[in-house]
Protein backbone atom coordinates (compact mmCIF):
# COMPACT_ATOMS: atom_id res chain seq x y z
CA UNK A 1 0.00 0.00 0.00
CA UNK A 2 1.17 3.27 -1.20
CA UNK A 3 2.25 5.80 1.90
CA UNK A 4 3.14 9.43 1.54
CA UNK A 5 4.82 11.98 3.72
CA UNK A 6 5.60 15.94 3.23
CA UNK A 7 8.66 17.42 4.37
CA UNK A 8 9.83 21.33 4.38
CA UNK A 9 9.91 24.02 6.12
CA UNK A 10 6.72 25.43 8.52
CA UNK A 11 7.61 29.10 7.76
CA UNK A 12 8.37 30.88 4.73
CA UNK A 13 9.24 34.61 4.31
CA UNK A 14 7.01 36.42 1.98
CA UNK A 15 8.66 36.73 -1.71
CA UNK A 16 10.49 33.43 -1.15
CA UNK A 17 9.93 30.06 -2.49
CA UNK A 18 7.63 27.12 -0.85
CA UNK A 19 9.54 24.15 -1.58
CA UNK A 20 8.45 20.97 -0.18
CA UNK A 21 9.00 17.26 -0.99
CA UNK A 22 6.63 13.97 -0.76
CA UNK A 23 8.33 10.66 -0.01
CA UNK A 24 6.62 7.51 -1.40
CA UNK A 25 6.60 4.40 -0.18
CA UNK A 26 5.20 1.19 -0.91
CA UNK A 27 5.34 2.15 -4.51
CA UNK A 28 7.40 3.55 -7.13
CA UNK A 29 6.83 7.22 -8.46
CA UNK A 30 8.12 5.70 -11.39
CA UNK A 31 5.37 3.18 -11.92
CA UNK A 32 2.53 4.99 -14.05
CA UNK A 33 -0.34 3.85 -11.57
CA UNK A 34 -1.21 7.72 -9.85
CA UNK A 35 -0.67 11.41 -11.04
CA UNK A 36 1.23 12.23 -8.08
CA UNK A 37 -0.28 15.57 -6.66
CA UNK A 38 -0.17 18.40 -4.53
CA UNK A 39 -3.23 19.97 -2.65
CA UNK A 40 -3.72 22.27 -0.12
CA UNK A 41 -6.32 24.06 2.76
CA UNK A 42 -5.54 27.92 4.02
CA UNK A 43 -6.99 27.47 7.97
CA UNK A 44 -10.75 27.18 7.76
CA UNK A 45 -10.99 27.08 4.70
CA UNK A 46 -11.83 24.55 1.84
CA UNK A 47 -9.62 22.26 -0.65
CA UNK A 48 -8.02 23.71 -3.81
CA UNK A 49 -5.80 21.51 -6.22
CA UNK A 50 -2.67 23.01 -7.09
CA UNK A 51 -1.20 20.32 -9.85
CA UNK A 52 -0.19 16.80 -10.98
CA UNK A 53 3.05 15.57 -12.41
CA UNK A 54 2.65 12.27 -14.27
CA UNK A 55 5.49 9.74 -14.01
CA UNK A 56 7.07 10.35 -17.16
CA UNK A 57 8.01 13.85 -15.55
CA UNK A 58 5.24 16.02 -17.60
CA UNK A 59 3.42 18.11 -15.38
CA UNK A 60 -0.46 20.30 -14.83
CA UNK A 61 -1.43 22.75 -12.54
CA UNK A 62 -3.76 24.68 -11.89
CA UNK A 63 -4.48 27.86 -13.55
CA UNK A 64 -4.45 30.16 -10.80
CA UNK A 65 -0.98 29.15 -9.64
CA UNK A 66 0.45 27.87 -12.80
CA UNK A 67 3.22 30.75 -12.98
CA UNK A 68 4.51 30.21 -9.56
CA UNK A 69 4.24 26.88 -9.77
CA UNK A 70 6.78 24.29 -10.34
CA UNK A 71 6.84 19.95 -9.70
CA UNK A 72 9.38 17.60 -10.25
CA UNK A 73 10.50 14.01 -9.26
CA UNK A 74 13.09 12.53 -7.86
CA UNK A 75 12.94 8.86 -9.03
CA UNK A 76 16.13 7.91 -7.11
CA UNK A 77 14.59 9.13 -4.18
CA UNK A 78 11.16 8.37 -4.57
CA UNK A 79 10.28 11.20 -4.06
CA UNK A 80 8.36 14.62 -5.98
CA UNK A 81 8.49 17.88 -4.90
CA UNK A 82 6.42 21.34 -5.04
CA UNK A 83 8.13 25.13 -5.47
CA UNK A 84 5.92 27.88 -5.26
CA UNK A 85 7.58 31.10 -5.61
CA UNK A 86 6.72 35.03 -4.04
CA UNK A 87 4.40 33.46 -1.73
CA UNK A 88 2.33 35.76 0.37
CA UNK A 89 0.50 35.51 3.31
CA UNK A 90 -2.75 33.85 1.40
CA UNK A 91 -0.86 31.09 0.36
CA UNK A 92 -0.03 30.15 4.22
CA UNK A 93 -2.23 26.06 4.17
CA UNK A 94 -1.69 23.01 4.96
CA UNK A 95 -0.32 21.68 1.84
CA UNK A 96 -0.98 17.74 1.25
CA UNK A 97 0.81 15.57 -1.47
CA UNK A 98 -1.56 12.64 -2.41
CA UNK A 99 -2.14 10.43 -5.58
CA UNK A 100 -5.01 10.47 -7.91
CA UNK A 101 -5.94 7.08 -9.22
CA UNK A 102 -6.54 7.20 -12.57
CA UNK A 103 -6.70 3.59 -12.97
CA UNK A 104 -9.06 2.79 -10.30
CA UNK A 105 -11.53 5.07 -8.78
CA UNK A 106 -10.82 8.67 -10.27
CA UNK A 107 -10.21 10.43 -7.54
CA UNK A 108 -7.17 11.17 -5.11
CA UNK A 109 -7.21 8.40 -3.09
CA UNK A 110 -4.03 8.11 -0.66
CA UNK A 111 -3.24 10.98 1.19
CA UNK A 112 -0.05 12.37 3.24
CA UNK A 113 -0.91 13.83 6.63
CA UNK A 114 0.00 17.03 5.69
CA UNK A 115 2.24 19.86 6.57
CA UNK A 116 1.45 23.37 8.04
CA UNK A 117 3.37 26.30 6.09
CA UNK A 118 3.07 29.50 7.36
CA UNK A 119 3.89 32.76 5.06
CA UNK A 120 5.06 35.25 7.07
CA UNK A 121 7.91 37.45 7.60
CA UNK B 1 -13.54 26.26 -14.43
CA UNK B 2 -16.34 24.10 -12.61
CA UNK B 3 -17.87 25.65 -9.97
CA UNK B 4 -18.73 22.78 -6.40
CA UNK B 5 -21.47 24.36 -4.55
CA UNK B 6 -21.88 22.47 -1.17
CA UNK B 7 -25.24 23.05 1.03
CA UNK B 8 -25.01 23.47 3.94
CA UNK B 9 -22.32 24.73 5.31
CA UNK B 10 -22.76 22.83 8.54
CA UNK B 11 -25.47 20.90 9.76
CA UNK B 12 -26.23 20.17 13.56
CA UNK B 13 -27.19 16.60 13.94
CA UNK B 14 -27.88 13.41 16.90
CA UNK B 15 -26.32 10.55 17.03
CA UNK B 16 -29.18 8.43 15.14
CA UNK B 17 -29.89 10.89 12.73
CA UNK B 18 -29.70 10.98 9.10
CA UNK B 19 -28.47 13.77 7.21
CA UNK B 20 -27.73 14.68 3.46
CA UNK B 21 -25.17 16.71 2.28
CA UNK B 22 -25.77 18.21 -1.66
CA UNK B 23 -22.93 18.98 -3.98
CA UNK B 24 -24.32 20.82 -6.74
CA UNK B 25 -21.52 21.39 -9.92
CA UNK B 26 -21.91 24.39 -12.19
CA UNK B 27 -21.82 22.21 -15.29
CA UNK B 28 -22.52 18.93 -15.84
CA UNK B 29 -20.27 16.23 -14.41
CA UNK B 30 -21.49 13.04 -15.15
CA UNK B 31 -20.87 10.68 -12.26
CA UNK B 32 -17.51 11.97 -11.72
CA UNK B 33 -17.78 12.96 -8.34
CA UNK B 34 -16.03 11.69 -4.77
CA UNK B 35 -16.67 12.46 -1.60
CA UNK B 36 -14.32 12.59 1.17
CA UNK B 37 -14.68 12.93 5.35
CA UNK B 38 -12.28 15.15 7.20
CA UNK B 39 -11.49 15.08 10.91
CA UNK B 40 -9.51 18.21 12.27
CA UNK B 41 -5.82 18.25 12.04
CA UNK B 42 -6.07 14.75 9.92
CA UNK B 43 -6.09 14.27 5.70
CA UNK B 44 -9.52 13.55 4.02
CA UNK B 45 -10.27 10.19 3.42
CA UNK B 46 -12.14 9.13 0.58
CA UNK B 47 -15.72 7.98 1.06
CA UNK B 48 -17.43 7.55 -2.57
CA UNK B 49 -16.28 7.48 -5.98
CA UNK B 50 -18.13 7.76 -9.01
CA UNK B 51 -20.83 9.31 -7.33
CA UNK B 52 -22.36 6.44 -5.81
CA UNK B 53 -19.36 3.89 -5.30
CA UNK B 54 -18.90 3.18 -1.56
CA UNK B 55 -14.48 2.47 -0.80
CA UNK B 56 -13.86 -0.47 0.59
CA UNK B 57 -13.87 -0.48 4.19
CA UNK B 58 -16.75 2.36 4.11
CA UNK B 59 -19.63 1.90 6.60
CA UNK B 60 -22.89 1.13 4.22
CA UNK B 61 -24.46 3.35 6.71
CA UNK B 62 -22.61 6.41 3.67
CA UNK B 63 -24.53 6.48 0.66
CA UNK B 64 -23.99 8.98 -2.50
CA UNK B 65 -25.99 9.31 -4.94
CA UNK B 66 -27.36 11.88 -8.45
CA UNK B 67 -25.20 13.03 -11.67
CA UNK B 68 -25.25 15.57 -13.92
CA UNK B 69 -25.12 19.07 -11.97
CA UNK B 70 -26.91 17.54 -8.70
CA UNK B 71 -25.12 15.12 -5.99
CA UNK B 72 -26.26 14.17 -2.58
CA UNK B 73 -24.09 12.71 0.14
CA UNK B 74 -26.60 10.95 3.30
CA UNK B 75 -25.47 9.12 6.31
CA UNK B 76 -28.15 7.26 7.70
CA UNK B 77 -28.10 6.74 11.84
CA UNK B 78 -25.32 9.01 12.45
CA UNK B 79 -22.79 7.76 14.67
CA UNK B 80 -20.59 9.35 17.18
CA UNK B 81 -17.07 9.11 14.62
CA UNK B 82 -19.05 10.83 11.80
CA UNK B 83 -19.47 14.15 12.83
CA UNK B 84 -16.71 15.71 10.80
CA UNK B 85 -16.50 18.01 7.28
CA UNK B 86 -17.65 16.60 4.24
CA UNK B 87 -15.93 17.87 0.88
CA UNK B 88 -17.05 16.82 -2.78
CA UNK B 89 -14.89 16.76 -5.89
CA UNK B 90 -15.50 16.97 -9.51
CA UNK B 91 -12.26 15.74 -11.41
CA UNK B 92 -13.43 15.31 -15.00
CA UNK B 93 -13.08 18.95 -16.40
CA UNK B 94 -10.00 20.45 -15.94
CA UNK B 95 -8.59 21.39 -13.17
CA UNK B 96 -10.15 19.04 -10.68
CA UNK B 97 -12.01 21.45 -8.01
CA UNK B 98 -13.73 20.99 -4.26
CA UNK B 99 -16.74 22.22 -3.06
CA UNK B 100 -16.26 24.44 0.14
CA UNK B 101 -17.09 21.62 2.78
CA UNK B 102 -20.52 21.15 5.66
CA UNK B 103 -19.33 20.69 8.55
CA UNK B 104 -21.89 18.13 10.20
CA UNK B 105 -21.76 18.96 14.05
CA UNK B 106 -23.31 17.73 17.35
CA UNK B 107 -26.47 19.43 18.27
Known amino acids: QVQLQESGPGLVKPSETLSLTCTVSGGSVSSGSYHWSWIRQPPGKGLEWIGY???????NYNPSLKSRVTMSLDTSKNQFSLKLTSVIAADTAVYYC?????????????WGQGTMVTVSS | DIQMTQSPSSVSASVGDTVTITCRASQGISSWLAWYQQKPGKAPKLLISAASSLQSGVPSRFSGSGSGTHFNLTIRSMQSEDFATYHC?????????FGGGTKVEVK
Open chain 1, 98 to 110: ATYNFRGNDAFDI
Open chain 1, 53 to 59: IYDSGST
Open chain 2, 89 to 97: LQSIVFPPS
